[in-house]
């Protein structure tokens, strides 16, 4: 009896030195994680606070605040007219935000930013988004525009999927999605690469997206590119009249109707050959409202998509809600 119950006891204290190593391992376990997460979270300010020391070097406070200004003013002017892709609520007092980080380039008139978008008007949501926000001066003059979108699931970076993320994290997202290589290794030479304390500076090529038109500068005669950048023949204009049409088409219907029974035009100056007639409900797509002029440069939404001119007054007026 005496050897069952010894043969019992050593058992129970095996199992429980067992349960007691396997409670110390998930303690350290924890630990181990939650110090890493700490290092990574620091290691992601450290990050942040060059990158923003590096934008202000290649502007200055006033240039970063007012950019910064100019942009949130943006957003909210599309907003409060209920422009396209702004209508619907999506965006809205307190759920988005610009992060408050501006890469800008060295010249300083380009710079990239991060839309953070919380989705709080789809209950059945399990994501939140962020989008690329660009910036791009033009004469002293800033215009900015909306780029890709990056969806973020939840469950990736929380237990609780019903609640949005919140802007800190998405902060915390976007320094690893869309500011990564902002900055390069400073180029010092052989023994200052090998030896020397490591710089970094600004990398121009981050920044290539805003040098690409939607139309290749070749094919802007041929293609229906922005009619007001067709003739161009510099390309840095080209570019930057393009870049700049791109951020004021969000002022345009991407899909409209003819209010009136009129005619579209041939895309030439002075305005007079007709290429069809047009009735009222017809489809169309405004690509650009040419500048001081009483014309739209449109593409038609029907079996023969032609790209001409119709005067604005003829095209449906976007109906606020």
Known sequence: MLIINGYFNEKKQKKDMSNNVNKIFIIVLGLLCFLSCKDEKKEIQKKASLYYEKSISASD???YNRVYANATDSINSWINNKLKGYANQRLNAGSWRLDSLICFNSKADKCILALLTQAVFWKDTDHDNMD???GIKIKNKWYFFQGAGISLPREFYQKD????LSFQIMHEIAMKEIFRGYLKKKDKGFWGNLFGKTEWEINDRFFLELDKPRLPFE?????????????INNKKE???CS???EALSVWNEDSTSISKDTYLYSPEFPVTKKIRQLKK??????IERI???QWCYVRMWDGNPNVGFIEKEAIVKREKK
């Open 281 to 286: 409900g017809d489809l169309l797509r405004v």
């Open 219 to 231: 094919t802007r005669k041929t293609a229906p590119s922005y009619y007001s950048c067709r003739d």
């Open 61 to 63: 406070n006033d240039t």
């Open 132 to 134: 690329f926000f660009y």
């Open 291 to 293: 500048d001081n002029s």
């Open 161 to 164: 999927t019903t609640k949005p």
């Open 238 to 240: 080209y570019v930057e």
């Open 243 to 245: 870049l700049k049409y």
